[in-house]
């Protein structure tokens, strides 16, 4: 029994060090960016792009969003870095520029290109997430979560172990 016990009370010491090798989500919050989003659509001449140029951040995203036109329209990247596909009346494309996209991109509307119907995307590189103090505090709150809690349910475990053990040895 006393070999139970000590073994109880060797794991119970070993239980803080069980929080911080227990891996840590390191991984930011996702910054939700649903309303960076960039409309482009086709304007009344039915022969132009509107807007015809837009600037985003890497990121962002640029939706190609046009319904009823009088004539099928597309948007092709010069380079195809993105393509809506065939010349539709109805287009619904939306294409998101990443990090490390930064640059210019020009697209056209493949039947209409002749006449001008163009246009450029310009996408500049991502803003540095300012370092306020504020978020800081909250990467370390975050952190001091995740390292203690895992760690409770097993100590807890632990605990009953132990008193189970205690109980046990006074009947003995
Ligand atoms: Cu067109």
């Given at each position: 029994?006393?070999t139970a016990l000590?073994?109880?009370?060797a794991l119970?010491?070993?239980?803080?060090?069980?929080g911080?090798?227990?891996?840590?989500?390191?991984?930011?919050?996702?910054?939700?960016?649903s309303?960076?989003?960039?409309?482009?659509?086709?304007d009344?001449t039915?022969?132009?792009?509107?807007?015809?140029?837009?600037?985003?951040?890497?990121?962002?995203?640029v939706?190609?969003?046009?319904?009823g036109?009088?004539?099928?329209?597309?948007a092709v990247?010069?380079?195809g870095?993105?393509?809506?596909?065939?010349?539709?009346?109805?287009?619904?494309y939306?294409?998101?520029?990443?990090?490390g996209?930064?640059?210019?991109?020009?697209?056209?509307c493949?039947p209409h290109?002749?006449?001008?119907?163009?246009?450029?995307?310009?996408?500049n590189?991502?803003?540095?997430?300012?370092?306020t103090?504020?978020s800081?505090?909250?990467?370390?709150?975050s952190?001091?979560?995740?390292?203690?809690t895992?760690a409770?349910p097993?100590?807890?475990a632990l605990?009953?172990?132990?008193l189970?053990?205690?109980?046990?040895?006074?009947?003995?």
């Amino acid at each position: 029994m006393r070999t139970a016990l000590a073994l109880c009370l060797a794991l119970l010491l070993l239980a803080p060090l069980q929080g911080d090798i227990t891996p840590v989500d390191d991984a930011p919050p996702l910054q939700e960016q649903s309303s960076n989003e960039t409309i482009i659509t086709v304007d009344s001449t039915n022969l132009r792009f509107s807007p015809s140029s837009v600037t985003v951040e890497e990121g962002e995203t640029v939706r190609f969003f046009w319904s009823g036109q009088a004539l099928p329209h597309n948007a092709v990247e010069a380079n195809g870095v993105f393509d809506s596909g065939e010349p539709e009346r109805n287009v619904d494309y939306a294409f998101t520029f990443e990090i490390g996209m930064n640059g210019t991109y020009d697209f056209v509307c493949e039947p209409h290109a002749a006449f001008g119907m163009v246009g450029q995307i310009i996408v500049n590189p991502a803003p540095m997430p300012p370092p306020t103090n504020q978020s800081d505090n909250e990467s370390n709150m975050s952190q001091e979560e995740a390292m203690d809690t895992p760690a409770l349910p097993v100590a807890m475990a632990l605990a009953t172990v132990v008193l189970a053990a205690a109980v046990q040895s006074r009947r003995d």
